[in-house]
């Protein structure tokens, strides 16, 4: 015969265990645990059970491997430490009545609180910025995703009232200092980079601030063209919107004097691409005491390398750099094209001209040519009539008839390979592979945009009016700094890491009367991602 038996352990916990008697004499056949609480006893109670009832099934719901068959129980218990299944009854089998993910959800406020953010003080906020994380989504929705992360919610009034909170309490301010209190301790601003992107919203009609201008998608819809600063890293230091019709070239001075205005920091190169580059962008830059790195547009190359073309032609090595000067406007007289060195530029004495660095490359030399080519064969079609006529590179029109322009192809093949960069920064100061290696540092912030439009799904947008805008914009700033942060300290992509993590899921059972939360088994692979999203708090729980 067998029984369940319930015995009190020194410690005050409760241990279930299977018994029989064979012969007149009692044997302990299982262990079945040890319960501290009433659900967990609930558990094992239910466990032991099915364990009598049925001993060869499979594994159970609740995690019970197969039990050697044992006979059930006839006859009466032995005292209060035995029960008789027969005579006690049952307890209702266990349900789950929820299941979340809280281990995500702490894990990302621990980078959250890591970089300063809780300064804010506002916990709808904090998650808000976690769920675009985890799930972009609408504000109506989002409170799906907080239950499924563990949270309570708040209402969706109180999100909204939040979002107005960002604009009317200065939440970016906030956070833009931490950000770059973050990027000083972690490394140095001392390199900044800056970009443009554009997004667009599901709205037929302009207004003052969403306007139809280039879009970067080649859309027709209204959008705003929003400027990113971020450091050498793609850390986010600041940002800023402007009309939908406003060139990119207009957008890079107010960011940088914003951000100046806001840290009171002189002495920073800003790298940014061609499409920065204007006469008074770069003098401005230069009034302000600032270094900077631009691209140059290759158009430019026959005069800053007018010399080289002279003594010559147009045969480069591949991985040859020539640092020169290029004229701020116009052309000018600094560069004598009659002497075979290129001049290395001084401030003082080129007044009229900014250092350039060029260089070549054989991989680029192919790739543009094979551009190149597929512009001419569109350009022939065109003429040809065999596809529709409309701007086309390399198409000349003469008393009304098209013809292909050579000498423009011709020019163009001359320049491939080429890549030109614009800079202040004396040789002294920066070497010519120092001003390339940072220029080409700009990835980072293109992946920083990227991230923001597609994990973090900046796009489209709802919002209707500016501060509602600037709202959305600060929750996506918040984000992708927290994003950036923890991919930084796990090596991993961020929709890697919700991947991850999301799966380990803790369980509310009803059972016995009780309601508990049970968390999840981690494996090896997750707990190390855990440890590097926080550290501290790994090493806390170690000790």
């Known amino acids: 015969m067998a029984w369940i038996r319930r015995v009190r352990t020194a410690s005050g916990a409760t241990a279930v265990q299977i018994a029989e008697s064979v012969a007149g004499r009692r044997r302990i056949v299982e262990h079945v645990g ?48 035995f029960e008789d299944p027969a005579a006690a009854g049952r307890v209702p089998a266990g349900r789950v009545s929820a299941t979340a993910s809280p281990l995500l959800f702490d894990a990302l406020c621990g980078v959250f609180d890591d970089l300063g953010f809780e300064a804010v003080g506002d916990e709808t906020f904090r998650d808000l910025v976690i769920a675009r994380i985890v799930e972009p989504t609408s504000v109506l929705d989002t409170g799906r995703v907080l239950r499924d992360l563990g949270r309570k919610p708040a209402s969706e009034k109180t999100m909204r009232r939040t979002l107005a909170r960002c604009v009317g309490r200065g939440y970016r301010d906030q956070v833009a200092r931490a950000c770059f209190d973050h990027a000083q301790s972690s490394g140095d601003v001392s390199l900044c980079l ?54 990119e070239k207009h957008t890079i001075i107010p960011i940088i ?13 800003v790298v940014a691409d061609a499409g920065m580059l204007s006469a008074s962008n770069l003098e401005e830059l230069d009034a302000a005491g600032l270094g900077f790195i631009v691209g ?76 190149l080519t597929l512009q001419a064969n569109r350009a022939r079609d065109v003429i040809d009539g065999k596809k529709a006529v409309k701007a086309t590179r390399f198409v000349t029109t003469r008393a009304g008839t098209r013809r292909l322009d050579e000498k423009a192809l011709a020019r163009a093949r001359s320049l491939a ?17 120092e001003v390339i290696g940072c220029y080409h540092d700009l990835w980072h912030v293109e992946q920083s945009f990227r991230m923001s439009k597609t994990d973090l799904a900046a796009r489209p947008m709802f919002a209707r009016t500016k501060d509602a805008i600037e709202a959305h914009l600060t929750i996506v700033f918040t984000a992708l700094a927290v994003a950036r942060e923890a991919q930084n300290r796990t090596g991993l992509a961020i929709r ?48």
């Open 257 to 269: 004097e914003q951000f100046q205005a806001r840290h009171q920091i002189e002495g920073v190169v």
């Open 34 to 81: 040890s319960a501290h609480s009433e659900a967990e006893l609930g558990v094992l109670l239910e466990r032991a059970r099915a364990l009598l009832d049925d001993p060869g099934q499979g594994v159970l719901d609740v995690g019970v491997e197969p039990m050697p068959q044992v006979a059930r129980l006839v006859g009466a218990g032995e005292g209060t430490l």
């Open 496 to 543: 890697n890491i919700v991947r991850q993590l999301r799966p380990l899921r803790s369980a509310t059972i009803t059972i016995n009367g009780t309601t508990a939360t049970f968390p999840p088994e981690i494996p090896s692979p997750q707990q190390t991602v855990l440890d590097a999203l926080n550290p501290r708090r790994s090493q806390a729980l170690s000790e």
């Open 296 to 371: 140059s547009r290759v158009t430019k190359a026959p005069i800053d390398l007018e010399s080289h073309f002279r003594w010559y032609g147009d045969a480069f090595a591949d991985g040859q750099v020539i640092d020169t000067i290029t004229p701020k406007t116009g052309k000018n007289a600094e560069n004598d094209p009659m002497l075979r060195a290129e001049p290395v530029w001084d401030k003082a004495t080129h007044r009229s001209s900014w250092r350039a660095v060029w260089s070549f490359s054989r991989k680029r030399f192919v790739r543009d040519n094979k551009t």
């Open 417 to 433: 390979g080429l890549k030109g960069y614009v800079t202040n920064l004396s040789v002294d100061l920066m070497p010519p592979a």
């Open 194 to 247: 800056y970009d443009v992107t554009t997004l667009y919203f599901e709205a037929e009609k302009e207004d003052g601030l969403r306007k139809v201008g280039y879009s970067k998608e080649r859309r027709v819809d209204p959008q705003i063209v929003v400027g990113l600063l971020v450091d050498r890293y793609g850390f986010p230091l600041e940002i800023g919107c402007f009309e939908g019709n406003k060139a």
